[in-house]
């Protein structure tokens, strides 16, 4: 939770006042004067509202809705646009061990977000959970029906490649589609939906509990998709208080502003993965409920999540666990064994 230093100005106010016009004055009532400013205790207090989805601090309640966003994840895709700025990305395989990314923007509007995807059934159901606005460039046959039928508010790249949709020369398709905020919207106004409801919050660790929490020490770890071109690495920055990602030997970062995308929390689930078609479509079970490891301030824990409201919910000892105000990462694995880590007590 982001919190303000509340300057008191009226000790200020009474230096300038106070001061003589002699220098003299001015001399013997310095040394006072500046003891009176040091003695005034700046009052920390708490931002009126929070962001639903980070926890952080803002002066003005949000009532913006979330949107939803199929992300590239593919070597030629990367640096990305825009993920940077999401509240929550989740990371989940697609077909050939390929992991694709389904990021929530909420508390930031991204400029530009991209390469855009093509959605498949589950990506649907990680939106639906925080009723997005989604956003996919293709779909797989099952992904398009419920599109069609209009289980979730949506635009495509297959209806709007060229207008909403922008090409980039600088890569070759199926890795060129973008599309910026400023084209999110004029989407959903074409399209009659409304991007004024906000979602409902997260579950959040207040200041206290986030500074005190405590977990078995693991600062580095690795989330493996049985490939080096997709195993996802984290690194603990303990100066920040924030995990760095990376991919291989690549820190995932913005394409355009080159800043990396620091974590608060990173979330990773189990759940039953089964190959449906020649073409290696998955159907993943985003219902039941399983294991996972929950790491934040350079610790884990181990969890159970559940599914609630579609939204992918950590408990622990049976009590709903709070995520640090911040960023989440989400990766979803087929079993829990492909996390490694190296733990201190």
Request: hydrophobic share 35%; charged share 30%; aromatic share 8%.
């Amino acid at each position: 939770m982001i919190k303000k230093w509340i300057a008191v100005t009226a000790a200020v106010m009474m230096l300038t006042a106070g001061c003589s016009s002699k220098e003299t004055e001015k001399e013997s009532a310095k040394p006072h004067k500046e003891k009176e400013v040091e003695d005034v205790v700046k009052e920390v207090e708490e931002l009126p509202y929070e962001f639903p989805l980070t926890g952080i601090g803002t002066e003005k309640e949000s009532s913006d809705r979330a949107i939803a966003v199929v992300v590239n994840n593919h070597p030629k895709a990367r640096p990305q646009s825009g993920l940077n700025k999401a509240d929550i990305v989740h990371e989940v395989l697609a077909e050939g061990g390929v992991t694709r990314l389904v990021a929530i923007f909420q508390s930031e509007k991204p400029e530009k977000v991209g390469p855009v995807r093509s959605a498949r059934e589950y990506f649907i159901d990680l939106a639906s959970g925080f009723d997005s606005f989604f956003i996919a460039h293709g779909y797989s046959p099952e992904a398009q029906a419920r599109l069609e039928r209009g289980e979730i508010d949506n635009i495509n790249g297959m209806q709007y490649d060229g207008t909403l949709f922008e090409r980039a020369s600088f890569r070759k398709a199926p890795h060129n589609s973008y599309i910026t905020y400023k084209n999110m919207v004029k989407g959903a106004e074409k399209r009659g939906y409304d991007l004024d409801q906000a979602p409902d919050s997260a579950e959040f660790l207040n200041t206290d509990e986030a500074d005190k929490l405590e977990g078995t020490a693991a600062e580095d770890f690795m989330v493996s998709y049985g490939s080096p071109s997709f195993d996802a690495i984290y690194e603990y920055d303990a100066e920040k208080g924030k995990y760095h990602r990376y991919t291989g030997s690549e820190e995932t970062v913005d394409l355009e502003s080159k800043d990396p995308v620091l974590l608060d929390n990173v979330l990773v689930v189990q759940m039953d993965h089964q190959v449906v078609d020649d073409a290696g479509r998955r159907e993943i079970d985003m219902k039941s409920g399983g294991k996972g490891y929950l790491f934040q301030k350079g610790k884990v824990n181990e969890i159970e999540w559940k599914s609630e409201a579609g939204r992918i919910v950590p408990y622990k000892d049976g009590v709903k666990a709070g995520f640090v105000p911040g960023k989440t990462w989400i990766n979803i694995v087929p079993s829990i064994s492909d996390v490694s880590f190296d733990s201190q007590q």
